[in-house]
């Protein structure tokens, strides 16, 4: 706003038209995001998401699983976010928690029926 020397108004209504045009979309928390052609929008909540990757990389009871670093990068989320999302899954028992600086394991490979 500040570069183009317009008002927080203006702003809104023109991701407003940006939306109805299907080039943006909102974001939870105040923000926007460019909708690209052919992008599928999961609105799943993240830790079903995590759980997924449990059965696209086939990874059985005791794997290792994903650090918080690699899971951020590739939902693109900050690892705050998703060690919360970590968290939920070793609460369901899903993710075994190794501590401070290991390895999460997998305890359990979630059935994709249970949580839809």
Do not use: Y
């Not at 190794?98 to 359990?108: H, I, L, S």
Request: glycine share 10%.
């Amino acid at each position: 706003m500040s570069d183009h020397n317009i008002s927080r108004g203006v702003v809104l209504r023109a991701f407003e038209v940006l939306q109805r045009e299907g080039v943006a979309a909102p974001v939870p928390g105040g923000r926007w995001r460019v909708v690209r052609p052919g992008e599928r929008d999961d609105r799943r909540p993240l830790e079903e998401r995590i759980a997924d990757v449990i059965a696209d990389e086939g990874l059985d009871a005791g794997a290792a699983f994903p650090s918080a670093s690699v899971l951020a990068e590739r939902f693109g989320v900050s690892r705050p976010t998703v060690t919360k999302a970590l968290d939920k899954l070793e609460a369901a028992g899903v993710l075994a928690s190794g501590g401070q600086g290991r390895v999460r394991t997998v305890r359990a490979v979630p059935n994709r029926e249970e949580r839809s």
